[in-house]
C-alpha cells in the first residue's frame, strides 16, 4: 500500500532551522508531484511548497525566501529546508503526493513544527 512518513519535525527558537523530510513507499515517486501542506487548529490544512516531477518549484507567499523544497527521486523522499522560522510557522506538516494524470493523491500523516522561545 502507499505510505507516506513524514520525519524532522520539532522544537526550534524563532529564527532557526528544521528540515523535514518525506519517505513515500508504494508509488512510482517520480511520477508524482510533491508538496507540503500545514494546518493549525481551527484552520484549513495550506499549502506551503510544491514541486513538480520535473522539479519545478512553488512557494506560498509566506514562506518564499525562507523554505526550500526539494526532492531525491532515487530515495523517493521529499524536504522541505525550512530556515528563520517564525512563531507563525507553528503548525502539523503534512507531506502530499499527487500524480497530475491520473489524480491520484495521497497524504502523511503529518510531523509537528513548533516555533518558540
Known amino acids: 500500500q502507499v505510505q507516506l512518513v513524514e520525519s524532522g519535525g520539532g522544537l526550534v527558537q524563532p529564527g532557526g532551522s528544521l528540515r523535514v523530510s518525506c519517505a513515500a513507499s508504494g508509488i512510482i515517486f517520480s511520477t508524482y508531484a510533491m508538496g507540503w501542506y500545514r494546518q493549525t487548529p481551527g484552520k484549513q490544512r495550506e499549502l506551503v511548497a510544491r514541486?513538480?516531477?520535473?522539479?519545478?518549484?512553488d512557494y506560498a507567499d509566506s514562506v518564499k525566501g525562507r523554505f526550500t523544497i526539494s526532492r531525491d527521486n532515487a530515495k523517493r523522499t521529499v524536504y522541505l529546508q525550512m530556515n528563520s522560522l517564525k512563531p507563525e510557522d507553528t503548525a502539523v506538516y503534512y507531506c502530499?503526493?499527487?500524480?497530475?494524470?491520473?489524480?491520484?493523491?495521497?497524504w502523511g500523516q503529518g510531523t509537528q513544527v513548533t516555533v518558540s522561545s
Open positions: 514541486i513538480t516531477r520535473g522539479g519545478t518549484t
Open positions: 502530499n503526493a499527487r500524480n497530475d494524470y491520473t489524480k491520484d493523491a495521497y
